[in-house]
């Protein structure tokens, strides 16, 4: 029991993992009761376990693993984290417990599955159960399958996704396990009872005995729909509602909606996998289709019939092939292949659906037409297939088709139209089927009903009962009103045998629906509109009892159906007049007399026609109170107006008694039901009256009454026409006055627009103006409702009425339309609120209805659409003109429009963007010209517009476009389908940005919107995480709107699709829009119902008088602060934001403005750095600064600017930018180390200020610049890197600007920048500038380039002087004209600097880009004076820079700038060059090269140099600490600096100052202790050394005047100072290739220069160089050695001015590197060098080469690559990396051949192919004797005496042919011969290795046998010494040595200790410059005595530090020791010179 005591102490989660199965046991039990212990769900306690519940189930005890399932249940049931464990434990229940045999583990398991699903992770565990059907093991598959049942059992198929599960069904039906069949089975009855017959397709093609089973077990089902019995947590409502059911036990109808609610209908289509059919259509089928003979068309057709079988077919691009099928149906002869090819239509629209409605339009009319054919086979066959494309489409959609059809005179086109009609009214539902569809389509039925052919008829009574069934008879009667009884009578009885599609709810009850669901149409639909309404109005207790809830009125005697039938259409705010009444029949004036005599006086019937006008007055008093007195019910409305109307009637005389009985008639119509009959009895008289002065107003108030009565659009239409049929125009004009009124009152719906316009045409064109004015007057209250339509119809008036009608508009335009305040207030009780808008939205449509459209159809020819797809861009162009002139000729056209929508669907994509927005122009004209008509358009034209093109200008044309479209059709047709998701699926950033964006402004100006929008939330969430910034911003910005409509809930179930790290970021964003989510816009209030534009407006707040202003706030994603003062505090979108803008300007006031404007942040800087570096916030990188940058400064700058200074500078007036920027310059001084802490924001800040377009600014931030890069140059600030590319791209772009004033100033602040950041940097960006599309920027870099080269040396040009004059150049063949000027001029200054080598550098040019060149360089003749006069001029700061050592570069680490920088401050030191090498240094040295001794001037400022440095014992680090970093540490700074100077005097035009510095850096590398120093300089001294060996051959040279003993003199030193350095390998190393290359060319330019070995002296020169060129190669960095040979080896054989001899030499040193290989191959970076080879053989292929004058290019080439196999066998392959295409060269190729060559042949060969050096055999050996040769030679390696000589022989053999074969005489020897003599051979060659260097430590190495030297002066054997043939020993050369070293004057004592290099000047000569040497000697002395005074400082003061370095000094002996030792050797030098 010990052990146990020791487990049972640890705690639990610990147990729970103990490897002892009780301690996990007891864990398990703990852990359970902790589970269900804890209270909080979000307790700390459950994140302990999260890694541990999967081995909490998968525990291999299965008795502890019964207690983990238990624990891991609890866990599960109480962890708010448990669903992060969804996965694993899922996979381990399926894994390891459905393979248990204890059913209580299964039991448990599948326990822990389900809740799983109870905490919304369903899907995770799904797809683990589905993974758990694949298991081999059958006992997991079943228990899978048992929990997937139970699942969808208890959850139902909303959450549990049946789409899956149904793929895998058949497979587990097939399966071998009778227990998995059953199990399946099982299954399948339980998915049955959730989606009934969906399931048969899928289960088709089981085993039919399975498939009998099946059916039989379905029979079993209940029919009573299931319902969900285990809820979510987040449907805890819906439990609570299902559990009070349960305990009432009763089936209360409101469970009814819930029902409807749970099972959402699966349609079997859904389920199906979608088939691609496109691809497998045969090869021929369009020839085939086309064919001659049937049978062959027949053929194609079956094929396509074949495909089309698939229930599903992929979405693609049909077009072509409905073409074909189109016209298969429309043209072909043979009605077999007509039905043929109709079936096949049929098939593509149901596989398709709705992806088909895009071409639903085309072939609608061609089947319609086709239904003359009488054969029953055909017109089946089309029938299906209209009925088919029917559902993938609106009726709406292909009205207009079927309407035009309707009129044909063939009887059965009209029968088969009407019969399609009456189906497809079928499916439609009331909000479907609204008037404006009905009120044409029974228009064109009545025409049917009237038919001469019964079957015609019959079709017609058909088609309009459906449409009576399907919208009610309120919304059809008033079409139906000419309709005589019989006929209606036809019209019910047809009405009542229909069954429709979608149940219809009669009276609110809810009928099941009726027959089964047809595919295509989603039942949800059946929910909206108007049953909605009847539903909502139904109380949901029980049956409604009284339908009529919607109006107040009193009961109706029509059938209480006609409530609920009131639909879509909705129930208006007019009294619905009962049906009865509508058609009252007149009555016989006698009736009427009795009628009237039962309710009136006696009295007052007779005194009616009295003579006498008291009495009739008297009569009209009596008959007006009984009116009153009378109930509604009683009184006989036409009785009563007829007996008014009797004699003397409307004639009365007296205006008394007529104003009477005026008023009499409005108490009728506003007290009765007053019916139309009653009206047309009066209404003749009361237009006769209405012009009348004194009855006028009566007759106005009864008109008012009756037009309430009978609703205003009829009334209205009577009573205008009577008018305007009489003449008097007093009438008239009061009629239109009343009109103009009644509007107002009533609103404007349904108002027959086109009849009065007829009239107002009339008025308009009538002679009283009273009548015009009326009529204006009229026209500006119309307007008010339908908006800039109505102008359409008055487009042709004379253009003095249309300006007064202009004029008029004017007025009103931007007012709301009044509310309606008649004709609703009596009946519309409420409810009636949707109808209302729909009503209201109409009217501006029927307007448009009304204008007279062209059919353009017949334009569109077959000539215009080829021309728009062709080829040739021009004609296309002439295409697109032309249809633009027949839109423009048309104005209004028809829908038809033939092929036109794909012609230019294919141009949107046109490669000329011109021709993509001219198309996109016509898109825009077509939807203004076509109107509402062009909805059926929108899915394949309208969809394609939403561009993915770049250009923004198009992008916003596209944005134009679609916004006219969208105006014209709604968003509806664009939501709907899967169109828009597809297009959003599509990674294309731009579509995406735009799509977005769009939606983001629609969606929420919609009310609903289509069940469609789900299908783009997921690609909306793969945009919340596209690369590209815009898509993500557009995405989040939408987010919103989508959710406003779609509901959190759904929106976040979509994300569980998503991987977990994209899913918790999306839920984050979605929680974000949550609070964001604006309100849905409200039903809009009749006052503010109708904006301009005729749509129902999108408005937050209803009826505000702020709805037009801020309804374009509130589309914005951002409240733009200058309209927000207004819009944006009412929307509630952004209402937080726009609150915050507004207070901004209250707080300004109070802000103090006293202190400090930029408060430092420690580290702040440092850590945007971080940031922006850890992609934490984003890179300042932009084309126009979008809102996220600019709000992403705000924030940085929020921390460290002050308040009221921010906001001036982010405020959206640029005056306020000018506030910020004088704050800013006043503060400059005062504030530096703010201005500095914060310089990163304040130069983002003005780079934004780069993108305003006004100047004022502008100039301000560029004087603000200039302050500010003074102020930091002064404080020898350093730029970062990441402030440089932040700022200085965006500076350079105003380099452009047209204003000269401004280019001049970022001119100058580019300048003064260069002494705050590398000039080397700078280059790269200037380059940049030079691409720019702005050619006056182009021209302007290329200016400041050559400003840069000339003022920093060559060394400036970034990557390489060679890329960056490539570059340049390109420039010269520019198309304009200044830039090809600043191109040259910038050359030439290169050329001035650089001399010849530019040409070389620059590459090829075209002939002419070359003569304009050569012809500036020789106009500009070298003028060396002006180049430093420039720059004293210009720069002063760079010149004055060299003189103080003060603004060294620092480039230290960007972090501690400013500190180090106080800190150097105070210790009063010279600024320190950290870490790279300055770059200053060559300012100096190119001056100088130009500058022949002109600038002696300056020479005085070398006294403030403290030389000493040099020479005081610098204490070197350890060497470990110097292989970390071999630059200058900050210590080093002085001696740096010092050495910079030196070396920039080397390149000095003056000799004698060129060789003291010379002569200083020879003593610093002479002294190992010191050497070290000049680490990190190498590059810059090589530099300054070939610049001044390229002064020499260039000017010295030439100068007459010289001395030539000056030049030997300089040449020795230059010499000896470099021997010097490449005897110290650390340092030679630092050499890079660039340099090097350089220095070789210079050296061998030297060795082949004829002017040298004229001189005296020439010859020892060259031998010196021929010495150094030996050290460069062996010393050298080996890789950067081999490269630079390699470059100048391909310049040289470039360049047609270099000598043959050059590349000769070039290629010796090659060989003699290829000699070095073996030894130093390991070291080399052999990827670089095969780059450097892949880059020669690319520019030389073989036969470029091979056409070479001489073959040794081609045989070096060879030798190298050889050698390189050789040494590194196959391996070399490995080292291709850095080669990006190895197909540009052959040098793969010949690797592999060499590689195989050697493998072919035994090991001795492979050295067979080294270079052919000098060999002691005869050169000329003829091939013939070859082998006596060999064999002479082999013999010799076999004796024992002459081995040795013969291995030599064989070695100098090879060596010399290398192609000569020794393969025979090594074949028939031992294999132990072989390698002895591989052996030898490689140790002679390691031998001559090691002794050419030896003996090359004075002349030339015997192997380079003199070719090194110039064959004119040297034989060969005199640089060997002996002539037959033999070694030369070092001894010679020692001799040699010890010659020359007399001349110098030189001792010979020592010969390890070298002379110091001054003595090398022993040779007696008058100097020239007498001066220099005492120079060097007064400026020592006043380095000794500056040098004491130090010492004093420092004993006094008892510190060691140096000038504010940490250097030791010496002691002052041997300080003192060091002067006097140079006081010596000047000695020596003076009498040297004397």
């Known amino acids: 029991m010990g052990d146990d005591s020791e487990w049972m102490k640890l705690p639990i989660d610990q147990k729970c993992e103990h490897k002892l199965w009780k301690a996990r046991l007891n864990g398990y039990e703990e852990a359970l009761k902790l589970f269900q212990k804890i209270d909080d769900e979000k307790s700390p306690e459950w994140s302990k376990y999260l890694g541990l519940i999967k081995k909490f189930v998968t525990d291999s005890n299965a008795v502890a693993q019964l207690k983990g399932l238990e624990a891991a249940l609890a866990y599960v049931e109480n962890a708010h984290v448990a669903g992060k464990t969804t996965g694993e434990v899922a996979s381990g229940v399926v894994n390891k417990v459905f393979n248990q045999p204890k059913a209580r583990a299964k039991e448990l398991g599948l326990d822990i599955c389900l809740m799983y699903i109870e905490i919304e992770k369903g899907e995770a565990v799904q797809e683990e159960l589905l993974k758990g059907l694949d298991n081999k093991n059958p006992k997991i598959i079943v228990a899978c399958i048992e929990t997937l049942r139970k699942a969808l059992s208890e959850f139902g198929s909303k959450i549990i996704s049946l789409k899956p599960i149904i793929k895998v069904l058949p497979k587990l039906f097939e399966s071998r396990e009778k227990a998995v069949r059953d199990e399946a089975k099982l299954l399948a009855v339980e998915i049955y009872r959730w989606i009934r017959d969906a399931l048969r397709p899928p289960l088709q093609n089981i085993n039919s005995v399975q498939l009998k089973e099946l059916e039989e077990e379905w029979v079993k089902v209940s029919s009573a729909a299931p319902k969900q019995t285990r ?316 339908a009529p809830a919607v109006k107040s009125g009193p009961p109706k005697k029509g059938k209480p159906a006609a409530a609920a039938g009131m639909g879509g259409a909705g129930s208006k705010g007019k009294k619905g007049p009962e049906t009865k009444e509508i058609f009252e029949s007149e009555l016989s004036i006698e009736v009427c007399e009795e009628k009237a005599a039962a309710v009136l006086p006696a009295s007052c019937i007779q005194q009616l026609d009295s003579g006498n006008w008291k009495e009739r007055l008297a009569c009209m008093e009596e008959f007006q109170k009984a009116v009153e007195l009378m109930e509604r019910s009683e009184m006989p409305c036409q009785a009563l107006v007829r007996m008014l109307a009797k004699k003397p009637g409307w004639k009365e005389t007296n205006f008394q008694v007529m104003q009477m009985k005026l008023h009499i008639v409005a108490l009728i119509a506003q007290k009765g039901n007053f019916s139309k009959t009653s009206a047309q009895v009066v209404l003749d008289g009361l237009v006769d009256k209405v012009g009348d002065v004194k009855c006028g107003s009566n007759a106005k108030e009864a008109m008012t009454a009756i037009a309430e009565a009978c609703q205003l659009p009829w009334t209205a239409e009577q009573i205008v026409a009577m008018a305007f049929s009489q003449k008097n125009p007093k009438n008239q004009s009061e009629t239109l006055n009343w009109l103009s009124n009644a509007i107002k009152e009533f609103g404007f719906s349904g108002l027959n627009v086109k009849a009065f316009i007829s009239n107002v045409k009339t008025a308009l064109a009538a002679t009283n103006p009273a009548v015009r004015t009326s009529a204006i007057t009229l026209l500006g209250v119309m307007y008010l409702y339908v908006g800039p339509p109505l102008r359409m119809f008055f487009e042709d008036e004379k253009p003095a009425l249309l300006s007064q009608i202009d004029a008029e508009f004017e007025k009103v335009q931007g007012q709301t339309a009044p509310v309606p305040t008649r004709g609703i207030s009596r009946h519309n009780g409420g409810g009636g609120d949707d109808g209302e808008e729909e009503e209201q939205e109409e009217v501006g449509n029927d307007v448009v209805d009304l204008l007279p459209r062209t059919d353009i159809g017949d334009k569109i020819t077959a000539e215009l659409v080829s021309k728009i797809g062709d080829k040739n861009w021009k004609i296309r162009k002439e295409g697109l003109d032309e249809v633009t002139s027949i839109i423009n000729d048309a104005k209004f056209i028809q829908p038809n429009i033939g092929e036109l929508p794909a012609a230019l669907k294919s141009r949107l994509n046109d490669s000329n963007k011109i021709l993509v927005q001219q198309t996109l122009s016509i898109l825009q004209q077509l939807a203004t010209a076509m109107g509402p008509n062009i909805k059926q358009h929108v899915k394949n034209l309208g969809i394609p517009i939403i561009l993915r093109e770049q250009q923004n200008n198009v992008r916003a044309a596209a944005l134009a476009t679609v916004n006219t479209w969208a105006e014209q059709t709604g968003m509806k047709e664009w939501l709907e389908g899967e169109d828009l998701s597809e297009e959003l699926k599509k990674e294309n950033p731009f579509l995406r940005q735009e799509l977005l964006g769009w939606l983001a402004e629609k969606l929420p100006t919609l009310r609903s919107v289509p069940s469609d929008l789900l299908l783009c939330v997921p690609h909306l969430y793969s945009c919340l995480e596209d690369r590209n910034g815009d898509v993500r911003k557009k995405a989040q910005d939408a987010l919103p709107f989508f959710m406003m409509h779609l509901g959190f809930e759904k929106m976040a179930k979509a994300t569980s699709k998503l991987k977990p790290t994209s899913k918790d970021q999306v839920l984050a964003m979605l929680e974000k829009a949550k609070a964001n989510m604006p309100a849905k816009p409200a039903p809009p209030a009749k006052a503010s119902s109708r904006m301009v534009g005729g749509a129902a407006p ?126 800013m310059i006043e503060h400059l001084e005062s504030e530096k180390d703010g201005v500095i802490s914060c310089l990163d924001l304040i130069l983002k800040w003005l780079t934004l200020r780069f993108f305003d377009t006004n100047t004022s600014v502008l100039m301000k931030a560029l004087e603000y610049l200039k302050l500010l890069f003074n102020l930091l140059s002064q404080e020898e600030y350093h730029l970062t890197e990441n402030e440089a590319s932040s700022f200085i791209p965006y500076l350079i772009l105003k380099v452009g600007e047209p204003k000269d004033v401004i280019r001049k100033d970022v001119r100058a602040i580019l300048n003064r920048m260069c002494l705050i950041y590398p000039a080397s940097k700078m280059f790269t960006f200037i380059m940049e500038g030079t691409k720019s599309k702005n050619s006056k920027q182009r021209a302007e870099c290329l200016e400041e380039l050559g400003c840069l080269v000339e003022s920093y040396g060559m060394n400036v040009c970034q990557p390489t002087p060679g890329k960056a004059l490539k570059e340049m150049a390109t420039h010269i063949g520019d198309r304009d004209n200044t830039v090809r000027n600043a191109a040259l001029n910038t050359i030439v200054t290169v050329y001035n600097v650089h001399g010849d080598q530019v040409f070389k550098l620059i590459g090829n040019l075209s002939e002419k880009d070359m003569s304009m060149l050569e012809e500036r360089i020789k106009r500009s003749a070298k003028r060396p004076s002006a180049a430093p006069v420039r720059q004293v001029e210009e720069k002063p700061q760079r010149t004055q820079n060299i003189s103080t050592n003060a603004s060294m570069l620092r480039k230290g680490p960007a972090e501690d700038m400013s500190s180090k920088l106080n800190q150097n401050r105070n210790m009063g030191s010279h600024s320190e060059t950290a870490h790279t090498v300055p770059r200053e240094f060559q300012l100096d040295l190119d001056e100088i090269e130009n500058d022949n001794g002109t600038v002696r001037c300056e020479m005085p400022a070398l006294v403030q140099h403290k030389l000493d440095d040099i020479f005081e014992p610098v204490l070197i680090p350890e060497p470990k600490i110097r292989a970390v970093s071999p630059h200058f540490d900050d210590m080093h700074s002085n001696t740096a600096s010092t050495i910079n100077f030196v070396i920039s005097q080397v ?123 030996v050290k460069v190669l062996e010393k050298s960095d080996q890789t950067n050695i081999l490269s630079a040979l390699l470059v100048l080896l391909q310049d040289s054989l470039l360049a047609t001015a270099s000598s043959p001899k050059f590349s000769e030499l070039v290629m010796k040193c090659l060989w003699r590197m290829v000699r070095l290989l073996p030894e130093t191959i390991n070291s080399i970076n052999l990827d670089r060098i095969l780059l450097d080879i892949h880059i020669f053989m690319k520019v030389f292929p073989k036969e470029k080469l091979k056409q070479c004058k001489s073959e040794f290019p081609i045989r070096t080439l060879k030798t190298l690559l050889h050698t390189l196999c050789k040494l590194k066998g196959p391996k070399i392959l490995d080292h291709l990396t850095m080669i990006d295409n190895k197909n540009e060269s052959e040098l793969e190729a010949h690797l592999c051949r060499v590689m195989k060559h050697s493998m072919d042949q035994s090991g001795s060969k492979a050295d067979k192919d080294t270079e052919k050096g000098a060999s002691r055999i005869e050169e000329k050996a003829s091939k013939a004797k070859v082998n006596d040769i060999l064999a002479e030679i082999f013999k010799k390696i076999g004796s024992k005496e002459n081995t040795k000589e013969g291995l030599a022989e064989l070695y100098e053999y090879k060596k010399k042919y290398s192609d000569a074969d020794i393969e025979p005489f090594l074949k028939n020897s031992s294999q132990f011969f072989q390698s002895y003599v591989e052996r030898g051979l490689r140790l002679i060659e390691t031998e001559r290795e090691g002794k050419g260097r030896i003996a090359a430590s004075t002349g030339i190495s015997p192997q380079m046998e003199g070719t090194c030297v110039p064959a004119s002066t040297h034989t060969v054997s005199s640089s060997i010494g002996n002539s037959n043939g033999e070694e030369v020993g070092p001894s010679v050369y020692l001799e040699r040595l010890k010659i020359l070293r007399q001349r110098c004057g030189l001792d010979n004592a020592k010969q390890e200790d070298r002379p110091p290099l001054t003595s090398l000047l022993s040779k007696p000569a008058v100097p020239t410059v007498a001066s220099s040497t005492d120079m060097l000697h007064s400026k020592l002395s006043q380095l000794r005595e500056s040098r004491e005074q130090y010492q004093h400082l420092d004993l006094d003061s008892n510190q060691t530090h140096s000038s504010g370095i940490g250097t030791t000094l010496a002691s002052p002996s041997s300080a003192a020791a060091n002067i006097d030792d140079l006081k010596k050797r000047l000695e020596r030098i003076k009498s040297s010179r004397k």
Not at 279 to 292: G, H, R, T, V, W
Not at 473 to 501: G, H, Q, S, Y
Not at 1615 to 1639: C, H, N, W
Not at 1645 to 1662: A, C, Y
Request: charged content about 30%; some cysteine.
């Open 1098 to 1223: 999108a408005k937050f707040q209803p009826a505000s008088a702020l709805a037009e202003d801020s309804g374009s706030n509130i589309m914005e994603s951002k409240p733009d602060p200058k309209k927000a003062k207004v819009g944006a505090v009412s929307s509630k979108a952004k209402g937080v934001q726009g609150k915050k803008v507004l207070s901004k300007p209250n707080l300004k006031e109070d802000d103090d403005k006293s202190g400090p404007i930029f408060i430092i942040v420690p580290n702040g800087k440092e850590q945007r750095m971080k940031d922006e570096k850890g992609l934490k916030v984003l890179k300042w990188n932009f084309t126009t600064p979008r809102d996220e940058y600019i709000e992403q400064l705000k924030t940085q700058m929020s921390s460290c600017v002050a308040k009221w200074l921010q906001d001036e500078m982010f405020h959206a007036d640029f005056q306020h930018h000018n506030k910020a920027l004088a704050v």
């Open 1547 to 1669: 390149a000095s035009g003056d000799i004698n100052t060129s060789i003291q510095a010379l002569a200083q850096i020879d003593e610093v590398l002479r002294q190992e202790d010191k050497a070290e120093a000049m680490s990190g300089h190498i590059d810059q001294f090589l530099i300054a050394t070939f610049m001044q060996l390229r002064l020499i051959y260039n000017t010295h040279m030439a100068d007459e005047k010289l001395d030539k003993d000056e030049i030997v003199k300089l040449y020795s030193c230059i010499i000896g100072s470099m021997i010097s350095l490449f005897q110290i390998e650390s340092l030679a190393r630092e050499a890079s290739t660039g340099v090097l290359k350089d220095l070789m060319h210079g050296l061998i330019t030297l060795m082949l220069d004829s002017r040298v070995e004229e001189l005296e002296e020439g010859e020892q020169v060259i031998r010196s160089v021929n010495l150094l060129v």
């Open 231 to 546: 809820f979510l947590r987040s449907q805890q409502e819906l439990k609570a509602k299902f559990e009070q059911q349960q305990a009432v036990g009763g089936d209360a109808d409101g469970g009814g909606d819930d029902e409807e609610e749970a099972v959402p209908q699966v349609d079997a289509y859904e389920l199906l996998e979608a088939v691609e059919i496109l691809s497998k259509l045969p090869k021929d089928f369009y020839e085939k289709i086309e064919a001659k003979k049937w049978q062959e068309r027949k053929e194609a057709l079956e094929a396509v019939e074949l495909l089309v079988k698939n229930p599903k077919l992929e979405s693609g691009d049909y077009a072509d092939l409905v073409k074909v099928l189109k016209k298969v149906v429309g043209k072909d002869t043979n009605v077999m292949l007509v039905a043929l090819a109709a079936k096949c239509l049929a098939g593509l629209a149901a596989g398709l659906r709705k992806k088909f409605g895009q071409y639903a339009g085309h072939v609608v009319p061609t089947i319609l037409e086709k239904f003359k054919e009488k054969k029953p086979q055909v017109v089946q066959a089309l029938q299906e297939a209209i009925d088919a494309i029917f559902l993938t489409t609106t009726l709406q959609n292909i009205s207009e088709d079927v309407l035009a059809v309707m009129d044909n005179k063939n009887p059965t086109i009209k029968q088969q139209t009407s019969l399609f009609i009456a189906r497809s009214f079928r499916h439609c539902t009331p909000s479907t089927l609204p008037k404006s569809l009905l009120k044409p389509f029974c228009a064109a039925l009545l025409k049917h009903i009237n038919d001469s052919a019964p079957e015609v008829r019959d079709a017609g009574f058909e088609a309009l009962g459906t449409a009576l069934k399907v919208a009610g008879e309120k919304a059809v009667n008033p079409f139906l009103a000419d309709v005589d009884k019989l006929k209606l009578d036809r019209i019910k009885e047809c009405a009542e045998k229909v069954e429709l599609v979608y149940g219809k709810k009669t009276g609110g009850a809810a009928e099941k629906k009726e027959g089964k669901p047809v595919t295509g149409k989603s039942p949800a639909l059946s929910g909206t509109g108007g049953d909605k309404e009847t539903k909502d109005a139904a109380t949901k207790a029980g049956p409604l009892k009284k």
